[in-house]
């Protein structure tokens, strides 16, 4: 007899990311989130962080009516401050926003239970650890109070805590409400994340590494303590991708009950001729800002590069781009221009001036910039790891260069004062992709790529590369994704597998790159939500069956 999978009435999610766009698990969140509003229409529950209190948060709307009896109750009878309405994406499922400054000043009291209930080492704790923890205790305490005011005792409650900075809230009402059952998900260890970045060899030596070792090597004991104790406590502890399961094991002392591997919605995607007339638009603006700065006239034919994301230099691959670009322009089989977009927020200080005046003005010059490389000045230029890199191999620009790259150093969200365009709205330009990493627990960037119909070049170190490899009919960039081996040791071997790609690539008629297009989306539509939601349903499921449990002790 096959048991029946237990479903929450209600679903109680919490982020540092909820209305707050800073990384993957806003991407996350965001996209899954019209799936559940099919199935658990405004009883899926986002809680955030509201850090916009000054100022207008553009991913917000508020609603004073909603939930209002319950929201005077919370503040009045419990002194928490918050904020209800709804997310400004196309679900608009509705979000509280706590502000929990006011918790700072019990601070000490809220570790001392933590560590006499659960073992949470606070003592090591230093910056972000304690705001990042004060919102977990205040989404904790936000989640008790809308529980017991607003729901019955029959409700089957599900909390759901992301990474280490919402565990404190999700131990909590393990204790404190034993009826709500509670979600762990850790979406990256935070020491593997630390080992791979330090410059160590996470994968070859992972078998040899103890967690809290390396943790008080690493100067890391605080957070790796929340997060080893939350995986161990809550109802069901779940990661995204069975790469980050072993180090899951490894790290942690605890494998995940359930492999929540993340989806996409391809509702993002514009259609049709609407694709076709953005493509058209970003490839004309981002070649233009391309000649303007190196004082070129390439044209339509040329190869459009781009690669993206959070600013770890080694972890997302950068250098390993850089290292292949290098190789690629020094290749005499190469035949195409290429332009290699890095689109990597870094220290801004200003856009600069000098490429304003020059796509403002309607004359080509024939001569490139200063850096031409640039297209906004940063802070700390001299030390800059990117720039560094170049100036080391020698990417200069110069006319002769096949190969050119432009780094792209803020955020692309219609606002930077160059391109003023969104970042998916440029993507959507590119020929292909290339993200090389090596720490990547699933890998967003090479997925929203071929959503977008833009093949790209991943590595086996990125879940998502794990995963492409076990689709059928999958066998490199000719399908749409090419997933080169790295490891700890191969990083010559893998920018030289990345080099005779992009310019096997480049060789590529008009009508195979279309078919090549028309394969990497369909990668894409095996990953959609609709594919993935089940994992989450077995983590429901697991969760309120192992709180049930509890409340019979």
Known sequence: MVNTLLSPDYIFETSWEVCNKVGGIYTVLSTRAKTLQTSHKDRLIFIGPDI????????????????????????EEEKLSVR?????????????????????????????????????????????????????????????SFYRYNLLAEDRVIYQAHEWMAGLGALYLQSSVPEIATIFTSHATSIGRSIAGNLKPLYDYLFAYNGDQMAQELNMQSKHS??????HYVDCFTTVSDITNKECDKLLDKKADVVLMNGFEDDLVPKDKSYSAKRKK????????????????LGDDTLLLCTSGRYEFKNKGIDLFLESLNRLNYDNDLKKNIVA????????????????????????????????????????????????????????????????VLFVPCYLDGKDGIFNTDYYDLLLGYDLS????????????????????????????????LWVKTLKNQHGISDGVEVVHRSDKNYSDAADAIKECILSFSIKSAEEIVQIRSRATAVAEQALWKHFIKYYYQAYDIALRNAQKRQLK
């Open 282 to 297: 970003a490839r004309l603006q981002m070649l233009n800002v391309a000649n303007k700065l190196f004082g070129t006239h």
């Open 52 to 75: 916009w209190i000054d100022k207008e948060n553009p991913l917000f709307i508020e609603i004073d009516s909603l939930y209002k009896p319950w929201r005077l109750h919370a503040k």
């Open 434 to 465: 290339v993200y090389p990493s090596y720490y990547e627990p699933w890998g967003y960037t090479p997925l929203e790529s071929v959503a977008f119909h833009i093949p790209t070049i991943t590595t086996d170190l990125a879940g998502f590369g």
């Open 341 to 404: 977009f890095i689109n990597v927020p870094a220290s801004v200080s200003e856009v600069r001036k000098d490429l304003l005046d020059r796509l403002k003005s309607k004359e080509n010059s024939d001569f490139p910039l200063e850096m031409p490389f640039l297209t906004h000045w940063l802070h700390n230029m001299p030390n800059d790891k990117i720039i560094n890199m170049m100036h080391y191999l020698g990417l200069k620009n110069r006319k002769e260069d096949k190969v050119k």
């Open 226 to 231: 929340i997060e080893k104790q939350t995986s």
């Open 84 to 144: 209800v309405g709804r997310w400004n994406i196309p679900s608009n499922p509705i979000v509280i926003l706590v502000d929990f400054k006011s918790f700072f000043d019990i601070k000490n009291q809220i570790y001392t239970n933590a560590w006499n209930e659960f073992q949470v080492d606070s003592l090591h704790a230093y910056g972000d650890y304690d705001e990042a923890s004060m919102f977990s205790y205040a989404s904790g305490r936000v989640a008790e």
